[in-house]
């Protein structure tokens, strides 16, 4: 026994020892074909579930079995195996690996992932695209690049908002543009600035484009589904750029300058002031309309009438200076990036500007092993100067673009100091230059601070908080005679707004023999406050002093609000042998501005992919080498309800003449609106279907998207109420409504050589919007501009109409004119029944020049300039006021008309018929193009510039609107509102520019 022990105990430590000589700790570095350290990159052994990851120096250590497969793989990295055989400080040399690179995108939350294993849509646009387009504002450098997503801009006054809209109106009442994320930090995007009429500013003008790398636009719900009831309406997810490791300082500076002509309306100019053909003078005869005597023909005091053609009178060459400066580098544990930026616009109308100053820094560093931070600040300071816009009658583009060509606008005033004008109950656009002022200032600040630990390999615990505080301060002044407010008007108008977001995440992810999970658990706070000042001063007692406290008469109000909402989320993500992936999230809201019982409420997203290439043969795979079905299902929620919207307040009452306070009394009365304590949020639950497809080395691709998405308990908030009830009206949650839509994107490179390359890029879309109920038996209801009927898409144009037989032919009455039938009826569909965009980048040598083109097919659109026009007789179609026979039938005889008229009274008639006025919003537009030139490397080697380069662009250079008669049919005169779109009333005319730029690094 004593010998059997003895042979035992030796078998057993020659294994022991066998054992720990195969198993060996292996150091080394992993480096980028330059040289460079990369962190971040997993290292495995093949076979094995472990496995550790480089540090900031992209050294790693792992225990190994000897001899052993070393795994190396990362993010935008070839993946490499390493036969390890007991070789020491190994250095592994890895290279970019370019197709998968450019499928990186960021996803929710900030989150990085493979495009290829989303199971949702979503569409990245790189940073260099959006300022290679020089739009001021971001927004717009989106237009026509994105399929599903409709952006619309609303005046040409510089600093003006612009919507931006994905896969449709989702709500009734509600906001439905996208939320705006900004390195994983919700951002506010409300329209402010103006304090009279016309649009203002949406907020996400303050971000310098200069300082994006990339913006990805999350489309449906299983894309937004993390962001609970914020994300309901898509998400643009935009990343700012950052400094590299181990990357030596670097400055760089570029300078642009650019020229903006306004795209104006067809005016006529070859009648004067009058009516029935007689000039009027504008002095002792005066009037607004221009059926006068024909300007080749009149004389003034015996010489041929002078033709003042107003617009080109009145609009001046916009100008818009920009330059930026920026440093970047970084350490072995550290990054940073600084830019600061100064951009000054002045608008086509004189007095009208847009300056943004705005400073940006990150900073990345490690601060112990495993532990990196990265804090940024964005600090943005605005100045907006504006005009009243729209049917204001302080409007100067109203008059111009209704003033008649016979009368001189200059000077403005008479001898006696009183306003000179042709005719009545309006402002001369050139007093209103110097006696009517709209400037608001916004300080803004944006401060993240995210810290990442990773206490295992496969864990990482993300901490994120981030602010959004902006202080605006807005003033409106009216002097003295004006004839709107004839003994002035002062305004201030100050807000206060504070948003703080709080994320607390962990994030796994781990593999188990053919599964590879990544989950994600997290915590969200939110809590928004906003506090608004507003004083109206009536009467300014010292002319020429505009403080408010010289005024004869100040109201004041003051609103406030704070909400809050607290969410916690859930992701899981499994890969099965990287063909079959499973996405489920979860998140449970609990929001303040709810009742009790309907404060938590859950939403979630099912989705799955399937990548069908990965068994195709070799010869297949040469032609289509990619091929991926996503399925997606989601139930979202849409957070419509505004703060203190469940209780019914008590209202300031005016009763008769006497407005309270009155005397220093107080009056109160209880809105006559009643609320509804029971409200919830809207719901969206949408279905998405998808194919993605890659030929001849993703060479090209195509993506096809179908989605079906219907909201439920749409908030209706002004239902009328039986008067006996003592309130007129209340809210409830009762609406319907359905978008259903195809989203096409193909990319392609047709030609890549050394020197030469091309890249396209086509996108299309078709949504199909329906209202499928409001409230019981309630069929329509009002909206701003439009209206909402049931069976009908969401915002038709509602008004007089034509009247017409049953055959659908013109009725004309006796006077053998048209009339408007008994009865209104939808006379207009403001939503498109397509868009598409076509970018074209190419590159030859040191050359680059690119070209895009977006366009809408369908889509109404009021046009009120021709629309008041018609009874001013201005519309360019005005000049042919010869007689005429209306074709149509008699409405007393049912014959054919046979009766001339004239046309002055043809369009006079018209003007009160708003079916003349809708036109077809349907266009082609050359959106952009660029030329550059970047000097070759080698003319700089003995110079202190690394890069110089130059570049030419155009924007707006060429549109083809066939059926619309103003200057450009993507506008929306009143803003960025749901009520708002598809009317074109006397706003800024948009413009066409050249910008002019340079860039240069050191």
């Not at 916004?442 to 993240?448: A, D, G």
């Not at 009643?674 to 993506?703: A, D, M, Q, W, Y």
């Not at 040598?845 to 009874?871: A, E, H, L, P, R």
């Amino acid at each position: 026994m004593t010998k059997l022990k003895i042979t035992f105990f030796t078998l057993a430590m020659l294994c022991f020892v066998q054992i720990y000589g195969q198993t060996s700790l292996i150091s080394g570095k992993i480096t980028d074909a330059l040289g460079q350290p990369i962190p971040g990159i997993s290292v495995k052994i093949k076979g094995t579930t472990g496995g550790t990851s480089s540090d900031a120096k992209g050294v790693f250590s792992i225990n190994s079995p000897n001899p052993a497969t070393i795994v190396f793989s990362g993010i935008g990295y070839t993946t490499k195996e390493f036969a390890y055989s007991g070789q020491s400080n190994i250095t592994i040399t890895l290279s970019e690996d370019q197709q998968n690179l450019n499928e990186i995108v960021v996803t929710a939350l900030g989150v990085k992932r493979e495009k290829r294993n989303l199971t949702y849509s979503s569409q990245e646009v790189k940073g260099d695209q959006i300022t290679q387009s020089k739009e001021p504002n971001l927004v717009n450098a989106l237009a026509g690049k994105v399929s599903g997503v409709q952006i619309t801009s609303s005046s040409g006054t510089p600093g003006s908002s612009s919507r931006i809209v994905i896969r449709g109106a989702n709500s009734l009442y509600g906001n439905n543009e996208a939320l705006m994320v900004i390195d994983g930090i919700p951002v506010n995007n409300d329209e402010t600035g103006n304090l009279n009429m016309g649009p203002g500013t949406n907020r996400i003008a303050d971000l310098d484009p200069n300082i994006i790398e990339s913006i990805n636009v999350l489309k449906g719900g299983a894309a937004t589904a993390l962001y609970g009831s914020d994300g309901a309406k898509g998400v643009i997810i935009i990343t700012t750029k950052a400094g590299g490791l181990n990357k030596k300082p670097g400055i760089s500076f570029s300078s642009s300058f650019s020229v903006e002509k306004p795209l104006l309306p067809e005016i006529q100019d070859k009648y004067s002031l009058g009516s029935n053909g007689v000039y009027f003078d504008g002095v002792n005869q005066k009037t607004s309309t221009s059926w006068g005597a024909r300007m080749d023909t009149l004389k003034i005091n015996g010489l041929p009438a002078p033709v003042y053609n107003q617009s080109d009178l009145f609009f001046k060459t916009g100008k818009t200076y920009s330059n930026t400066v920026a440093v970047t580098g970084g350490g072995a544990y550290n990054s940073y990036f600084l830019s600061y930026t100064n951009f000054a616009q002045d608008g086509t109308v004189p007095t009208t500007s847009f300056d943004r100053n705005t400073l940006f820094g990150k900073f990345t560093t490690q601060i112990v092993k495993d532990l990196n931070v990265t804090f940024s600040l964005n600090y943005a300071n605005t100045k907006n100067r504006r005009l009243p816009e729209g049917y204001a009658l302080e409007s100067p583009v109203w008059t111009i673009f209704s003033a008649p060509v016979s009368y001189n606008l200059q000077p403005s005033t008479n001898p006696d100091g009183s306003q000179r004008l042709y005719r009545f109950s309006r402002n001369n656009p050139y007093w209103v230059l110097d006696n009517i002022s709209n400037t608001s200032v916004v300080n803004r600040f944006l401060p993240t601070f995210t810290a990442d630990y990773k206490p295992l390999s496969w864990l990482t615990i993300t901490e994120r908080f981030g602010a959004d505080v902006y202080v605006e301060q807005g003033k409106y002044t009216e002097s003295l005679l004006s004839v709107s407010n004839p003994n002035g008007r002062i305004v201030n108008n100050n807000t206060n707004f504070r948003q703080y977001n709080n994320d607390l995440m962990l994030n796994a992810n781990k593999s188990f023999g053919d599964f590879n999970i990544e989950a994600l658990l997290g915590n969200n706070i939110i809590s928004t406050y906003s506090q608004n000042g507003y004083a109206n001063g009536l009467g300014i007692t010292i002319p020429g002093f505009n403080n408010i406290g010289s005024a004869s008469t100040v109201k004041f109000t003051e609103n406030s609000y704070l909400t809050r909402k607290v969410g916690f989320y859930l992701q899981s993500n499994i890969d099965y042998k990287k063909f079959i992936i499973l996405s489920l999230t979860g998140r449970y809201d609990g929001a303040s501005v709810l009742a009790k019982d309907n404060t938590f409420y859950p939403y979630g997203s099912a989705a799955t992919s399937f990548i069908f290439s990965n068994f195709f043969s070799s010869g297949l795979s040469n032609v289509m080498n990619f091929g991926k079905l996503r399925v997606s299902y989601s139930t979202v929620g849409n957070a419509s309800i505004g703060a203190y919207s469940l209780l019914t307040p008590y209202e300031s009452q005016t009763i008769r003449n006497t407005t309270f306070p009155y005397q220093g009394q107080s009056g109160f009365l209880i809105s006559q609106t009643l609320n509804n304590p029971n409200l919830k949020n809207e719901r969206i639950n949408e279905v998405e279907v998808g194919l993605e497809t890659g030929f001849f080395k993703s060479r090209i691709g195509l993506e096809v998207t179908y989605f079906d998405k219907k909201t439920r308990n749409g908030i209706i908030p002004t239902v009328a109420l039986a008067p006996s009830t003592g309130f007129n009206a209340t809210s409830v949650n009762s609406a319907s409504m359905r978008n259903r839509g195809i989203e096409v994107l193909l990319n392609a490179k047709p030609i890549a050589t050394k020197d030469f390359s091309w890249d396209l890029t086509i996108n299309y879309s078709r949504i199909r919007n329906k209202v499928l109920s409001i409230y019981k038996d309630l069929n329509q209801v009002g909206n701003g501009f439009t209206f909402i009927f049931v069976n009908q898409p969401y915002g038709v144009i509602y008004g007089t109409r034509y009247a017409r037989n049953s055959s659908g032919q013109l009725l004309t009455d006796d006077t053998g004119l048209p009339f408007a039938a008994d009865t209104q009826g939808i006379i207009g569909d403001i939503n498109p029944d397509w868009m598409g965009g076509i970018v074209n980048n190419f590159k030859y040598k040191q050359f680059t020049f690119s070209f895009s083109f977006d366009m809408k097919k369908g889509g109404d659109i009021q046009n009120n300039v021709d629309g008041y026009g018609y009874f001013y007789g201005t519309p360019k179609v005005t000049e042919d006021r010869g007689p005429r026979v209306v074709e149509g039938i008699n409405a007393t005889t049912g014959l054919p008309n046979t009766i001339s008229v004239l046309g002055q009274a043809y369009y006079q008639r018209v003007n009160g018929i708003l079916e003349s006025v809708i036109q077809d919003g349907t266009y082609v537009k050359l959106r952009n193009v660029s030329l550059g030139y970047n000097l070759k490397p080698g003319w700089l080697q003995k110079s202190p510039f690394k890069t110089i380069g130059f570049q030419v662009t155009g924007r707006n250079l060429w549109i083809y609107a066939p059926h619309f008669t103003g200057g450009d049919p993507e506008v929306s005169s009143f803003g960025s509102s749901n009520g708002s779109q598809g009317i074109y009333s006397f706003s800024t005319p948009t413009s066409r520019s050249v910008d002019f730029s340079v860039k240069l690094t050191l």
